[in-house]
């Protein structure tokens, strides 16, 4: 069964740049280690990238969340240093959740990243949505929220809505 791995914005704005948390630094090396098994046993992974450009704060995202961050280009857009590995696809999306994942074929996805209360609650919903019949799974020692308290309501929503989480 071919295995997909969706890692969720790791870029350097969500880990210790202008929206970094103390939990996001600290899932890198769970991160780091889970992208490692997969590229290991032959699996896919493939990165999603936050990416916004210089008229954020005129957008209405940028109007909710005036903080701005993931510019096209800058190094906070960047995936944090040794978690990118070389070949694999990048999504770029412009906002929480890629709308496109049903061009892709899975069998079964496993999601990590950040944050959890935000991009991976909303990838892992439209996945499952569009797939409804594949195991999509979220490992929560993967993942960090905007707060602790938002990570635990986003990981009790997946499961209501048939996420396996761990």
């Known amino acids: 069964m071919k295995k997909t791995l ?7 704005d ?12 600290a899932i890198v090396p769970n991160v780091k ?3 490692e098994e997969y590229i290991k046993n032959g699996d896919e992974v493939i990165f999603t990238r936050d990416t916004h450009h210089d008229n954020y704060l005129d957008t209405a995202e940028g109007k909710k969340l005036p903080v701005v961050h993931c510019i096209e280009g800058s190094k906070g857009w960047q995936i944090a240093d040794g978690l990118y590995v070389e070949g694999r696809e990048i999504v770029d999306k412009p906002n929480f959740g890629w709308p496109n994942w ?17 991009c991976v ?9 569009q797939f409804p019949e594949i195991k999509v799974s979220v490992d929560s020692s ?12 986003a990981l009790t929503t997946m499961k209501f809505c048939q996420v396996d989480v761990y």
């Open 6 to 12: 969706i890692v969720v914005d790791m870029q350097n």
């Open 14 to 25: 969500f880990i210790d740049m202008a929206l970094g948390t103390k939990e996001a630094v």
């Open 33 to 35: 280690k889970k992208i």
């Open 102 to 118: 049903n061009k892709k074929s899975f069998e079964e996805v496993e999601l990590i990243g950040l944050c959890t209360d935000i």
């Open 121 to 129: 609650v909303s990838n892992a919903l439209i996945i499952k949505a």
């Open 142 to 153: 993967c993942c960090a929220g905007v707060t602790p308290e938002s990570h635990e309501a």
